[in-house]
């Protein structure tokens, strides 16, 4: 099956932290209900002619992608393979407001040319001039892990040695209150607990994290991307599943060090991730959505803190979800879900 | 002429997003594709919407926008001859 | 064995509601462009569409599924599609091996978005729409109906999205993560798209004519289409019949413009040449190629370039969005299962509408019915953001 031949070399991210955060030193800004990312400068990096059509996740996509690179200390990847759960939300809402608004006249391209959900992978090509493989997931909250598994598929099969992959999501501001309405995402009154959650949403954000993927180990390689499973709807099964993995990589449910796990201060996603945190009673349990918080790519987030821990073999008091500390950080699996459905399990190691 | 024009400028620079660019930037004669603004096909699709909307001018073939927005002159030319708005 | 097994597939188009019926409306030159009469749109009297004659209410019906329901027409598109598929495979029992659902789309639920998005916040009976907006939950619908509970994920990467979901699969079955696979994709017509394309001014108020001299643009369609890709090692325990196979594939990007394609057909060629070297064939093996032709003065101009650069003699061609309209994310698996049909009864289908050829190049597109023995046909995907992807489908 998988085998070892990924490493994660680049790291760059847009997130709802500033850019001088360090999760091994502070605490994360606390979270609300409804987050803002923290927005570079995009002028230094990106021509005004471009800058000014593009929506926000365009942007930070396009940033975490170059930061990516430079961390990898590569110019150019032979392939860029993004995830994101909704698209180009911002540009897509615009153009269907002007559509109602103006009763389909006098409509303009510019939101419609960008509201592809493959505008970002396709606008990170075009400014890298990059005619390498491009591909785009948009599948909920297994959406960057998809992006993982095609990006490990590339690099197996010797079709690339440097992949950028990333997960991207933007918000809108009807589509958000749509969300409210269509309960995944908080009202103004809602509770915010990830242990005992009483409401039954989650907190928007948004944000962008690549990385650089390669065959090629580095010295200063984060960690080693061993294997990804995508299961739609495993029901019981998910133990199954779970062992699956570990068996393929010959691992036992003691080894893994660290569990990272999707909890979303959701009610009514909290039974999944315990149902999963019960089968691992003596491992650290570790979250990271009270730091990113929630959109479908937020485990590209999660994925991140995994590398850098690996990394730097620190396990950092922001994102311990249990008291349990782990003894080395060798073997650390990421586990997502969303209402039962897009389960998903990633299994990186140390390098 | 000289209000249709400074008009144009500005409506351009709305309607095109042209963050920190001002009228004063655009001169009469400059042409408007190319290097100096930096337009392309996307926004003379967005000038065709805009001749209609603003001036109720209707230009069915994008090819004759390239002539027209050939500068500020030209366009201003163009819209006081066949505004009906 | 060289390539991966295709052992079913299912489609629906403004030109057939099965294999059979699409396979003979393109002997007999029956197209599908009409004027709208389901979709209600202020452009209706100057746009021509591939429409589905039927509504979502019949489509729902058809497919067992309760009035009470939150599908889109999209996804209903799809599952019609997908089902067919299965039972064309003979496939009774959907998990009993490895199985998996990659699908595309890029319209996913917009159909129905922009219907009720301002009417939401007013009327709750039509909130259970809103979680179907996205293109995950349009694939959901269909796994769920399918009973598919292993890798399902959803590509969506504009008009090539369904041609890059079939290569994904082969990927999947070639690295053994799957035994069995269901690819494809389906895209529903929508105000969205139709207003989208007709702000970039590529719609055209005719039937659309490609690689003509004369090309006014696109006709806007509506969708899906799916094909089983099997294991050899599952085709040969079940002795299934092997349609076709799929031999080449390749995935470029353009990297021009956000809509436009390069004037050289850069990403096209790139696409090709790639998918050339993974079914290790050359050029003149080439027996057969669906061009993604969607009779936009851009598309077809670029297109042609890239095939003079590949072929030293373009083998003969056809653009069979002269008979179904451009069904974007769909295009790439409906022109798959066109391919296939090739293969199978040794024909090339004509292109509708052709009066002159483009004055760039020498390049005339078939416009009959010709039996021929073919066996490697290409097939072409473009989409928005310079998202080139070419599949090569083999005789079995």
């Not at chain 1, 030193?25 to 400068?41: A, C, F, G, I």
């Not at chain 1, 998910?238 to 993995?245: A, N, R, S, T, V």
């Not at chain 3, 009976?125 to 907006?133: C, D, G, T, W």
Request: overall charge negative.
């Amino acid at each position: 099956m998988l085998k070892d031949c990924c490493y994660i070399n680049g790291i760059g991210s847009v997130s709802i932290q500033t850019s001088a955060f360090d999760m091994f030193k502070d605490y994360p800004v606390p979270l609300q209900r409804n987050n803002k990312p923290v927005h570079p400068s995009y002028k230094e990096i990106i021509p005004p002619a471009m800058l000014r059509r593009m929506a926000p996740g365009i942007k930070m996509g396009i940033f975490a992608a170059l930061e990516a690179l430079r961390d990898a200390e590569i110019n150019e990847p032979d392939g860029i393979i993004t995830g994101t759960g909704m698209g180009c939300l911002l540009d897509s809402e615009k153009f269907l407001e002007a559509m109602i608004e103006n009763k389909e006249q006098h409509l303009t391209p510019t939101y419609f040319i960008h509201s592809p959900h493959n505008t970002v992978a396709a606008q990170i090509a075009l400014y890298l001039q990059c005619k390498a493989y491009n591909m785009t997931y948009s599948h909920g909250v297994s959406s960057f892990e998809a992006a993982l598994l095609d990006s490990w598929l590339q690099i197996q099969n010797q079709f690339a040695n440097y992949i950028l992959v990333g997960g991207v999501d933007e918000s809108a501001p009807i589509f958000d209150a749509l969300c409210v309405l269509g309960k995944t995402f908080k009202n103004p009154n809602d509770s915010i607990d990830f242990h005992n959650p009483i409401s039954d949403i989650s907190c928007r954000a948004e944000g962008a994290n690549f990385f650089v993927l390669s065959s090629n180990k580095k010295q200063s390689s984060y960690a080693r991307l061993t294997d990804i499973s995508i299961y739609h709807n495993p029901e019981d099964d998910f133990q199954k599943m779970l062992d699956e993995i570990l068996t393929r990589n010959q691992i036992t449910r003691k080894e893994i060090d660290i569990v990272f796990l999707g909890y979303n201060a959701d009610v009514l996603q909290q039974k999944y991730f315990d149902n999963y945190a019960s089968l691992f009673s003596n491992t650290a349990l570790a979250f990271y959505q009270h730091i990113c918080g929630s959109f479908d790519t937020a485990s590209a987030y999660g994925f991140r803190i995994a590398a850098e821990i690996l990394r730097k073999q620190i396990y950092p008091q922001s994102i311990r979800y249990n008291d349990v500390c782990p003894k080395k950080i060798q073997n650390v699996l990421l586990i997502n879900q969303a209402n039962g459905y897009n389960h998903s399990l990633v299994l990186l190691q140390s390098c | 002429m000289t209000m249709l024009k400074e008009q144009l400028k500005q409506q351009i620079i709305e309607a095109l997003n042209l963050v920190d660019v001002t009228t004063f930037d655009i001169q009469d004669d400059d042409p408007l594709f190319g290097d100096s603004l930096g337009l392309d096909s996307i926004d003379a699709l967005e000038l065709i919407v805009l001749l209609d909307k603003n001036y109720g001018i209707k230009l069915t073939d994008p090819q004759k926008g390239k002539e027209i927005f050939t500068s500020i002159n030209t366009l201003a030319d163009f819209v006081e001859k066949n505004k009906t708005k | 064995m060289q390539g991966v097994a295709v052992t079913g597939m299912g489609i629906i188009t403004s030109i057939g509601l099965s294999v059979e019926e699409n396979y003979q409306s393109l002997l007999q030159k029956k197209s599908g462009i009409s004027e709208a009469s389901i979709l209600k749109t202020f452009h209706a009297n100057h746009i021509k569409i591939g429409e589905i004659k039927l509504e979502n209410a019949q489509l729902a019906e058809i497919l067992g599924i309760p009035e009470d329901n939150n599908f889109t027409r999209t996804s209903l598109l799809g599952t019609f599609a997908a089902l067919k598929a299965l039972r064309h495979a003979g496939i009774n029992k959907i998990n009993d091996m490895r199985t998996g659902l990659i699908s595309a789309t890029s319209v996913a639920g917009m159909d129905i978005t922009e219907l009720y998005f301002k009417e939401y916040f007013h009327n709750p009976s039509i909130r259970k729409y809103i979680n179907s907006h996205h293109t995950g939950d349009c694939t959901r619908k269909i796994a769920d109906y399918l009973g598919i509970r292993g890798l399902v994920s959803t590509i969506s990467t504009a008009c090539s999205s369904s041609a890059n979901a079939i290569m994904l699969g082969a990927l999947l079955i070639k690295n053994k993560i799957l035994d069995r696979v269901i690819v494809g994709g389906t895209d529903a017509l929508s105000k969205f798209t139709i207003n989208g394309f007709n702000s970039l001014m590529i719609l055209s108020d005719s039937d659309n004519t490609p690689f003509d001299q004369n090309r006014k643009g696109l006709n806007l369609g509506e969708g899906a289409a799916y094909l089983i890709l099997e294991s050899w090692e599952q085709v040969k325990a079940t002795h299934k019949k092997v349609l076709a196979i799929i031999t080449g594939y390749g995935n470029a990007n353009d990297a021009y413009h956000q809509t436009a394609s390069s004037s050289t057909g850069e990403g096209a060629f790139l696409a090709i040449q790639k998918s050339l070297e993974k079914a290790q064939l050359s050029p003149e093996d080439i027996d057969y190629v669906h061009v993604h032709g969607t009779a936009t003065v851009n598309n077809d101009l670029s297109e042609g370039k890239a095939l003079l650069r590949i072929f030293s003699k373009v083998p003969p061609f056809s653009a069979t969005k002269s008979y179904t309209g451009h069904t974007l994310a769909a295009a790439g698996a409906i022109q798959a299962v066109y391919s296939i049909l090739s293969l199978q009864m040794n024909v090339t289908f004509p292109t509708l509408n052709f009066n002159t050829k483009i004055k760039e190049f020498d390049l005339t597109p078939s416009t009959d019915v010709v039996n021929t023995n073919i066996t490697h046909v290409l097939s072409n995907a473009f989409g928005f953001g310079g998202n080139c992807c070419s599949l090569i489908f083999s005789k079995c």
